[in-house]
């Protein structure tokens, strides 16, 4: 089985400016969620989507947007970037099941300059 | 609030010794508690989870973690480190108090394992 899938792997991106980050999870798995993850702030939450609903949302500004598509595909948003907003987003799927663990994918490197 | 400490940066180990990477949760309720992986450039690669039952859970490569309710640890071993173990480990409890879903994990900030040879 294909593992999860996030494109592009690297994005350079100058403030201001807006970006969108994909996601394809395990085929079968309908939950996606996403993360950030910076040296200072460590792995933070974002929000996670199943059945292309938003179950869940993290701290962030309304600048971090999400959706998720019928084929469980997701896509996040960044707009009106910041510095701070310079980070590895990972993406992570899971089965069906209380107990599933996630599935990272190897992330998207974004940098803001 | 729910949250996972793992108290060292950095853990160093000869390789062919045993290795402990420590973790400690605070939750209310029972712990559903996970161990991650991470190599330089990837994501995070799932090892292990303790959900209930025996204290002492087997994972991938080797790995195991022994659950210890009354210390409120839960931490990961292996008898005999790799070099290929070196890494960032991750220890994670998942979010029961965040209601609507059960994907939200919290993540404590991170071990650096350092295998020498």
């Known amino acids: 089985k294909a593992g999860v899938t996030q494109t592009p792997r690297y994005l350079i991106k100058t403030r201001g400016q807006q970006v969108t980050l994909s996601c394809s999870p395990i085929?079968?798995?309908?939950?996606v969620s996403w993360y950030q993850q910076t040296p200072g702030q460590g792995l933070q939450f974002l929000f996670e989507?199943?059945?292309?609903?938003?179950?869940n949302k993290g701290n962030f500004p309304g600048r971090f947007s999400g959706r998720q598509f019928s084929n469980s595909r997701s896509e996040m948003n960044v707009s009106t970037l910041e510095l701070g907003d310079s980070a590895l987003y990972l993406c992570?799927?899971?089965?069906?099941?209380?107990?599933?663990?996630?599935?990272f994918g190897n992330g998207t490197r974004l940098t803001v300059t | 609030a729910q949250s996972v400490a793992q108290p060292e940066d950095q853990v160093n180990v000869a390789e062919g010794n045993p290795l402990t990477v420590k973790c400690t949760y605070s939750?209310?309720?029972?712990?559903?508690l996970f161990w991650y992986v991470q190599y330089p450039n990837r994501g995070l690669q799932f090892l292990l989870k303790?959900?209930?039952?025996?204290?002492l859970v087997k994972g991938s490569y080797g790995f195991e973690a022994e659950f210890n309710k009354s210390q409120t640890s839960f931490h990961l071993k292996k008898p005999s480190a790799l070099v290929s173990d070196s890494a960032l480990y991750f220890c994670?409890?998942?979010?029961?108090?965040?209601?609507?879903?059960?994907?939200?994990?919290?993540f404590g900030a991170g071990t650096r394992l350092a295998v020498h040879p």
């Open positions: 992570a799927s899971s089965g069906q099941g209380l107990y599933s663990p996630l599935h």
């Open positions: 085929s079968g798995h309908r939950s």
């Open positions: 989507y199943f059945s292309e609903t938003q179950r």
């Open positions: 303790y959900i209930t039952g025996d204290n």
């Open positions: 994670a409890v998942r979010d029961l108090l965040f209601s609507g879903g059960y994907n939200k994990l919290i």
């Open positions: 939750v209310s309720g029972n712990p559903y």
